[in-house]
T-cell receptor, first 116, second 114 residues
Framework: AQTVTQSQPEMSVQEAETVTLSCTYD???????LFWYKQPPSRQMILVIR??????QNATENRFSVNFQKAAKSFSLKISDSQLGDAAMYFC?????????????FGPGTSLSVIP | DTEVTQTPKHLVMGMTNKKSLKCEQH?????MYWYKQKAKKPPELMFV???????INESVPSRFSPECPNSSLLNLHLHALQPEDSALYLC?????????????FGPGTRLLVL
């Protein structure tokens, strides 16, 4: 069975600094997707970034980038120039590549605080 | 427009009440989902509808009854709930449910069962 682990339940970062959130996963599949979702307090969950396992290049979206290490089954999220609006719960998620629906496996989450 | 809307935002109900949660999207998505989320926990999948047909039921108790009247609308009917059912109920949608599609989440309905 696939599992997703986030070993840091809580993290904090100074505004304008860089922070890295860790995620590891376990799977026997070779083709899959990885996601980072952000859920601010009392606001809806949004996709931050996604990575397709067959792509070697690490995904980036503005200040957000990932370090995808397929062999190590590691998928960390780097947030550069942290802003107050980055404070949120961050969930790492995994999904097998299938044409029909397959369940998204979420990690337990990392709560990120941004210190002004 | 990448919006999923949910009503009501908050709901308080007694254990004998019957209520419904509503979710709507106008993105032309054909897969819609209900999740349950407890505080500081990840969402737990409850149901998946694909092309208006129930395709996944994650062994959810029968006091939760989903309904998909059309491709834009998803309801969750609640009856005889227990206090432990108090949670944030999230709706999400995606294009067709396949591959690694992005799921778009609604803001959720915060449910309190007394």
């Amino acid at each position: 069975a696939q599992t997703v682990t986030q070993s840091q339940p809580e993290m904090s970062v100074q505004e304008a600094e860089t922070v890295t959130l860790s995620c590891t996963y376990d799977t026997s599949e070779s083709d899959y997707y990885l996601f980072w979702y952000k859920q601010p307090p009392s606001r809806q969950m949004i996709l931050v970034i996604r990575q397709e396992a067959y792509k070697q290049q690490n995904a980036t979206e503005n200040r957000f980038s990932v370090n995808f290490q397929k062999a190590a089954k590691s998928f960390s999220l780097k947030i550069s120039d942290s802003q107050l609006g980055d404070a949120a719960m961050y969930f790492c998620a995994y999904r097998r590549r299938k044409t029909s629906y397959d369940k998204v496996i979420f990690g337990p989450g990392t709560s990120l605080s941004v210190i002004p | 427009d990448t919006e999923v809307t949910q009503t009501p935002k908050h709901l308080v109900m007694g254990m004998t009440n019957k209520k419904s949660l509503k979710c709507e999207q106008h993105m032309g998505h054909r897969a819609m989902y209900w999740y349950k989320q407890k505080a500081k926990k990840p969402p737990e999948l409850m149901f998946v509808y694909s092309y208006e047909k129930l395709s996944i039921n994650e062994s959810v108790p029968s006091r939760f009854s989903p309904e998909c009247p059309n491709s834009s609308l998803l309801n969750l009917h609640l009856h005889a709930l227990q206090p432990e059912d108090s949670a944030l109920y999230l709706c999400a949608s995606s294009r067709s449910g396949g591959k690694g599609e992005t799921q778009y989440f609604g803001p959720g309905t915060r449910l309190l069962v007394l």
